[in-house]
């Protein structure tokens, strides 16, 4: 009796100890499985701050591409219904200078204009070795002569420097021709780039971790612009990819369709070259001037695993801890490795929301600074030309003055003499907005009552409104107080609202004019919507640019103005449109005023 009893002992004890060994080795496949999650995961997610940095930098290389556009295009509006020689040239010498000087914080070493022939006719900053050298020889002049049409730009590959002081360094070109309104064919304007500097400005300073570089191709040429080491080669792809990345030559290939993306290759170690090792890769096109280069950000994928590490180790810590003790009490291992399951997944989920959240505050700050840079050149560019153009202006005024009076004219001629007089007056507005536009006064903070501010405007434009048949509707929280200029916060809802009127002055079914104030989250929100015809959606991007407009009697600084007052004011302004459904402005001001941190201006 004694035996079977014993043997029943052993039996139980030996069932105990394999379900314990099973459950041990299940805990630890589970463990090494979530491991292997939040490893992927954490791989994606780098990955993914890895292509936002990727498309950040390629947006920032676009618009800086589009500045020069736009100044090659002012160029070329200087020497429109002119001859292009050295005559006209010397005429909008001053003007030239002060285009140049407006590009001195970019990689643009000079600005050159030739004329039919390719000779050179003006150059910024002078050089009188250049001036009067034909280069008709170039590629961008016989594109501009040969292919190119008004408006376009022509974009080189890039070429070492031949001489100057930035000899050996590599430049870019970028051109446009220069057409008589019939099309024919009358000069080129150029624009020099050191590519040498916008690579250290644009490309280089784009790295995350120690070893992870930007790289940037044309993959219309099939050139390597920048390579993984933060070189620039210009080697082809298959001289500079194939022996050291041959998987990342394989990826380019499939860049061509033109989309974004990300991935790994695998390539040779630089510590061991017999070892291949891998790297986390994501890319984004970049397209400029017909031309298509991506840029890409790639980071060894060692160095992510040690960003890792020191989680990992107390991963391990943990997991030796739980296999310990689930000798004893294996029920309640269970119990908490599903409990340190959600942890984790809740704890990389909170990373992913904070990387987000960091990443949402820096593209807005940087797009602020972008508008805030661009206002400033432009406002320097648009005070030299309002002060140019003013005086003559007033001289011409009161000439015509002078004259009218002295021969007393009627009929027709005193018509013409009242449309020059009008004419000039236009001018004279225009030059104020241009001068309201660069100088802009310091701001007087006070209380005021954004509902006193709408029923004073709505008093100003009371006749006007029912001349149109335009009904109102005010929806303001009251009282709604908040720190501002009160004339300024005047002036920016004024300019709403005539937009609105204006927007609705062909619109043959119901005109109705809304204006709506509420707040949130200590913000002031104020909403001027209209029934009108809507905005295009290939001009809503451009509705805040300089000398931008969509009306023929505009002078394209109302929005302008209104968007720099805003910003002062540490608010934003934003729109909604939809073509036949009207349009909404929303301005978004802070109760409390601006940060004190300095007049933004």
Same mark, same amino acid.
Request: aromatic share 8%; charged share 20%; glycine share 8%.
């Given at each position: 009796?004694?035996?079977?009893?014993?043997?029943?002992?052993?039996?139980?004890?030996?069932?105990?100890?394999?379900?314990?060994?099973?459950?041990?080795?299940?805990?630890?496949?589970?463990?090494?499985?979530?491991?292997?999650?939040?490893?992927?995961?954490?791989?994606?997610?780098?990955?993914?701050?890895?292509?936002?940095?990727?498309?950040?930098?390629?947006?920032?290389?676009?618009?800086?591409?589009?500045?020069?556009?736009?100044?090659?295009?002012?160029?070329?509006?200087?020497?429109?219904?002119?001859?292009?020689?050295?005559?006209?040239?010397?005429?909008?010498?001053?003007?030239?200078?002060?285009?140049?000087?407006?590009?001195?914080?970019?990689?643009?070493?000079?600005?050159?204009?030739?004329?039919?022939?390719?000779?050179?006719?003006?150059?910024?900053?002078?050089?009188?070795?250049?001036?009067?050298?034909?280069?008709?020889?170039?590629?961008?002049?016989?594109?501009?002569?040969?292919?190119?049409?008004?408006?376009?730009?022509?974009?080189?590959?890039?070429?070492?420097?031949?001489?100057?002081?930035?000899?050996?360094?590599?430049?870019?070109?970028?051109?446009?021709?220069?057409?008589?309104?019939?099309?024919?064919?009358?000069?080129?304007?150029?624009?020099?780039?050191?590519?040498?500097?916008?690579?250290?400005?644009?490309?280089?300073?784009?790295?995350?971790?120690?070893?992870?570089?930007?790289?940037?191709?044309?993959?219309?040429?099939?050139?390597?612009?920048?390579?993984?080491?933060?070189?620039?080669?210009?080697?082809?792809?298959?001289?500079?990819?194939?022996?050291?990345?041959?998987?990342?030559?394989?990826?380019?290939?499939?860049?061509?369709?033109?989309?974004?993306?990300?991935?790994?290759?695998?390539?040779?170690?630089?510590?061991?070259?017999?070892?291949?090792?891998?790297?986390?890769? *994501?890319?984004?096109?970049?397209?400029?001037?017909?031309?298509?280069?991506?840029?890409?950000?790639?980071?060894?994928?060692?160095?992510?695993?040690?960003?890792?590490? *020191?989680?990992?180790?107390?991963?391990?810590?943990?997991?030796?801890?739980?296999?310990?003790?689930?000798?004893?009490?294996?029920?309640?291992?269970?119990?908490?490795?599903?409990?340190?399951?959600?942890?984790?997944?809740?704890?990389?989920?909170?990373?992913?929301?904070?990387?987000?959240?960091?990443?949402?505050?820096?593209?807005?700050?940087?797009?602020?600074?972008?508008?805030?840079?661009?206002?400033?050149?432009?406002?320097?560019?648009?005070?030299?030309?309002?002060?140019?153009?003013?005086?003559?202006?007033?001289?011409?005024? /009161?000439?015509?003055?002078?004259?009218?009076?002295?021969?007393?004219?009627?009929?027709?001629?005193?018509?013409?003499?009242?449309?020059?007089?009008?004419?000039?007056?236009?001018?004279?507005?225009?030059?104020?907005?241009? /001068?309201?536009?660069?100088?802009?006064?310091?701001? =007087?903070?006070?209380?005021?009552?954004?509902?006193?501010?709408?029923?004073?405007?709505?008093?100003?434009?009371?006749?006007?409104?029912?001349?149109?048949?335009?009904?109102?509707?005010?929806?303001?929280?009251?009282?709604?107080?908040?720190?501002?200029?009160?004339?300024?916060?005047?002036?920016?809802?004024?300019?709403?609202?005539?937009?609105?009127?204006?927007? /609705?002055?062909?619109?043959?079914?119901?005109?109705?004019?809304?204006?709506?104030?509420?707040?949130?989250?200590?913000?002031?929100?104020? =909403?001027?919507?209209?029934?009108?015809?809507?905005?295009?959606?290939?001009?809503?991007?451009?509705?805040?640019?300089?000398?931008?407009?969509?009306?023929?009697?505009?002078?394209?600084?109302?929005?302008?103005?209104?968007?720099?007052?805003?910003?002062?004011?540490?608010? *934003?302004?934003?729109?909604?449109?939809?073509?036949?459904?009207?349009?909404?402005?929303?301005?978004?001001?802070?109760?409390?005023?601006?940060?004190?941190?300095?007049?933004?201006?």
């Amino acid at each position: 009796m004694f035996f079977p009893r014993k043997s029943k002992s052993l039996f139980f004890l030996l069932l105990i100890i394999g379900i314990t060994i099973g459950i041990l080795f299940w805990l630890k496949h589970t463990t090494d499985a979530v491991r292997a999650e939040a490893r992927e995961r954490f791989f994606e997610q780098y990955n993914r701050q890895q292509y936002l940095m990727a498309e950040l930098a390629s947006h920032t290389l676009e618009e800086m591409f589009a500045t020069f556009h736009r100044d090659l295009d002012f160029v070329v509006s200087l020497f429109e219904r002119r001859e292009v020689n050295r005559q006209r040239a010397r005429e909008v010498q001053g003007t030239l200078e002060k285009i140049y000087d407006s590009l001195a914080h970019t990689p643009v070493i000079d600005l050159v204009i030739f004329d039919h022939q390719g000779t050179t006719i003006g150059i910024e900053p002078a050089d009188p070795y250049t001036l009067g050298r034909n280069y008709a020889w170039r590629d961008y002049f016989r594109w501009a002569r040969e292919e190119g049409k008004p408006g376009q730009m022509y974009l080189s590959p890039f070429m070492p420097l031949a001489g100057g002081q930035q000899r050996g360094d590599k430049a870019l070109i970028v051109a446009e021709g220069i057409y008589d309104p019939q099309g024919e064919f009358l000069g080129v304007v150029t624009f020099t780039l050191n590519f040498d500097e916008l690579v250290r400005k644009q490309i280089l300073p784009v790295r995350i971790g120690t070893d992870g570089y930007a790289w940037l191709v044309d993959t219309s040429s099939r050139t390597v612009l920048v390579d993984p080491n933060g070189n620039i080669t210009g080697m082809s792809f298959e001289e500079a990819f194939l022996p050291k990345w041959p998987g990342l030559f394989d990826l380019l290939l499939s860049m061509e369709d033109g989309n974004p993306g990300s991935g790994s290759y695998a390539y040779q170690d630089p510590d061991d070259p017999g070892r291949q090792v891998r790297k986390l890769v *994501s890319f984004h096109p970049v397209s400029i001037a017909g031309r298509h280069w991506t840029l890409g950000v790639a980071t060894p994928q060692r160095e992510v695993e040690n960003l890792l590490s *020191s989680f990992l180790q107390r991963q391990e810590a943990l997991a030796t801890t739980l296999l310990v003790t689930v000798a004893g009490v294996a029920s309640m291992l269970l119990g908490l490795l599903f409990t340190w399951n959600r942890a984790l997944s809740a704890q990389i989920e909170r990373h992913t929301r904070n990387l987000n959240a960091a990443h949402s505050r820096l593209e807005s700050t940087f797009e602020e600074l972008l508008a805030a840079k661009k206002m400033a050149a432009v406002g320097h560019l648009a005070l030299g030309l309002a002060h140019e153009i003013r005086n003559p202006l007033s001289a011409i005024q /009161m000439n015509m003055q002078m004259i009218r009076k002295k021969i007393n004219p009627a009929g027709i001629l005193r018509e013409n003499f009242s449309i020059v007089e009008g004419e000039i007056q236009r001018l004279n507005d225009f030059l104020k907005d241009v /001068m309201d536009f660069a100088k802009s006064r310091p701001l =007087r903070l006070r209380s005021a009552e954004v509902g006193e501010i709408v029923s004073r405007l709505i008093g100003l434009m009371n006749q006007r409104l029912k001349t149109l048949q335009i009904q109102t509707e005010i929806h303001i929280e009251s009282p709604l107080n908040l720190i501002c200029d009160p004339e300024q916060i005047y002036r920016v809802l004024l300019n709403l609202i005539l937009n609105a009127i204006e927007a /609705m002055e062909k619109v043959t079914g119901e005109r109705r004019l809304t204006i709506a104030a509420s707040t949130r989250n200590g913000m002031a929100l104020i =909403r001027v919507s209209d029934t009108g015809p809507g905005i295009p959606s290939e001009k809503r991007e451009q509705l805040f640019d300089p000398l931008f407009t969509t009306r023929a009697s505009g002078g394209g600084l109302g929005l302008s103005i209104l968007q720099t007052i805003v910003l002062r004011h540490g608010g *934003s302004v934003s729109v909604e449109s939809k073509p036949g459904r009207g349009s909404a402005f929303t301005v978004t001001l802070p109760l409390e005023g601006p940060a004190k941190t300095g007049d933004p201006h």
